[in-house]
Structure formats: C-alpha cells, structure tokens
C-alpha cells in the first residue's frame, strides 16, 4: 500500500522527512548489522525497514523507502523540492552538502501537529558547481555510459559484470569519483569517504540486477 498515493503530494497535516547519508558514517554502522551479517539478500533495504518503522513507531507515523516499487516513490524529486539536491549532469542528484556521495534509506511520514516545534520547514537551496564546472563526469566513464542523451544503463552493468576487478567494480563508479566538488561531510578530503567494501557492495549489487 503506497501511503503517498499519488507518489509525489505528502498529505495535508503531515511532514515528511528524509532520512539518509553522505560518504561517511552509514558503512561503519551498517557493516556490523544483523542484516548485513546474516548472509541473506538484500540487506540494505532490510536494515532500512528495521530502523526506518522502528523510528516511525516511536514518532507514531509511517516510513516509506525508496525502494519499494515499482513505481518508486519520488526520493530525489522529493529532495529537491526541499531545495537539498538538484540533478548533476550524470542524473544522480547532487546534495548541497554531500556532492554526488549521498543516499536515502527511509521518509518518515508524521504529522506536522506533533513536530510543530520542531520541525523548521524551510527550504533551502542547493548551490550549483555544475554549471560552471569542466564535468570530469560525463568524460571518464570507460563505457561512455553518461551523455546528453541520458544513462545508459545497460552498457554500465555490462562493463561492471564482465570486469570485476575494474577499478569502477573495486574502487566505484569513475564519472562519480571524477566530481572535483569535495564534500564538506567527507572526512579525508583526498578520498570520497567510501570504504572499499561499500563500492564493492554496491556496484556488484548494481551488476547482479535483472531490470
Ligand atoms: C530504479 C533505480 C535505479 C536503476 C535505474 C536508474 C535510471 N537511470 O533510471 C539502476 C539500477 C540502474 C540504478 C542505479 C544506481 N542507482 Co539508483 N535508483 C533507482 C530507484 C530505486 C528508482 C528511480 C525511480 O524511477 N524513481 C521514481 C521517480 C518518479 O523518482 P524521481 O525522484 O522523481 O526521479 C528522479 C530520478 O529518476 C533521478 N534520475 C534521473 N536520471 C538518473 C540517473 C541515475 C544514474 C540516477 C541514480 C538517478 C537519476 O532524477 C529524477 C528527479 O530529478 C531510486 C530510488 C527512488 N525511489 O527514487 C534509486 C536511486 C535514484 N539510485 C541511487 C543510486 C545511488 C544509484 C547508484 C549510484 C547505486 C550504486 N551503484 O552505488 C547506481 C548508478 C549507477 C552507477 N554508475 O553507479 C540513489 C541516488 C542518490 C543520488 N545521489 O542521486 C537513489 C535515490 C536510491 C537511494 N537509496 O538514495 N538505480
């Protein structure tokens, strides 16, 4: 059941909040989860939901993911109407704070009444250093998988499947790590704060889906 049922308008008398990270922080907790532990799939989305309606229950509202779907619910559309992301040349969103490096895991759906005190709801913008950047990104994938005609997916899954030890499957995605915009939450600034395991996860993660 979609609890935004037309997947974009939070319903009246409620706030949404998004919950998520930078580069930094999530692996460190997440790598030593039950989830991430048990071998079983899809531990993210399952440390999401347990900390996600474990955070609504206490707040007496509901979580939604931005997993579930299809059709997904509008995460990064979400973000931006807040003013905390816009879209970078590559399609991911960059965040204000975080550059291309961040991700959601859960929205907390409450009612407005029970945080009026603290909830500050105002939007912010997200300043732009794509406009008048050289976009490293859209030049360095090995597979020219970003342009202006949009991503193509195929042949990235392509090339990190068939390449596991490529530096995109061992070290991330290159267009990503190509950003020069270092990310104010990013510890080491010399690195985009990812552990080696994390980009591991993810890009064989990304490799081994279907759609
Ligand atoms: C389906 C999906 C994919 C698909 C297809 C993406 C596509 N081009 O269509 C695949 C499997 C390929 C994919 C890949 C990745 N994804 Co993805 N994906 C999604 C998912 C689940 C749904 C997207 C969607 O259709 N939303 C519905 C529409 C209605 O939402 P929307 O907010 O209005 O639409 C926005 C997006 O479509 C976005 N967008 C447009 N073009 C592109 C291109 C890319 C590459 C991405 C990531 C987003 C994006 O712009 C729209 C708003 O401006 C979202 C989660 C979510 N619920 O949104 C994550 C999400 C977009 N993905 C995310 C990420 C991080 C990735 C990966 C980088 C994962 C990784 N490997 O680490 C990769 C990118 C590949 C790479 N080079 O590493 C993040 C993006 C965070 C950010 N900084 O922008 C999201 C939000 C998940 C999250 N938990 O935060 N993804």
Redesign the pocket.
Known sequence: MSLIDN?SAVPQGHTLILV?HGATGFWPIFKHSQEYLDQQPDPINRWSERIGNAFATQLQGNAVF??T??????????A?TNGD?F?SP????F?RQHG?W????FGLLVNTQTFEHHVHNTPTSASQPCTGCAQPCMTSCPVGAFSSAG?A?AS?RAYVAQNPNSSCARSG?I??LACPYTPTSTVNPSHDGYEAAQHQY??AE?AK?V?
């Open positions: 997947h998520g931005p997993f779907g299809p059709p997904y619910q509008p995460f990064l559309s979400w931006q992301s879209p590559l399609g991911l969103h965040h291309l961040h991700a959601y895991r991503y997916v990235c995605c267009a990503r993810h890009m990304f889906q759609r």
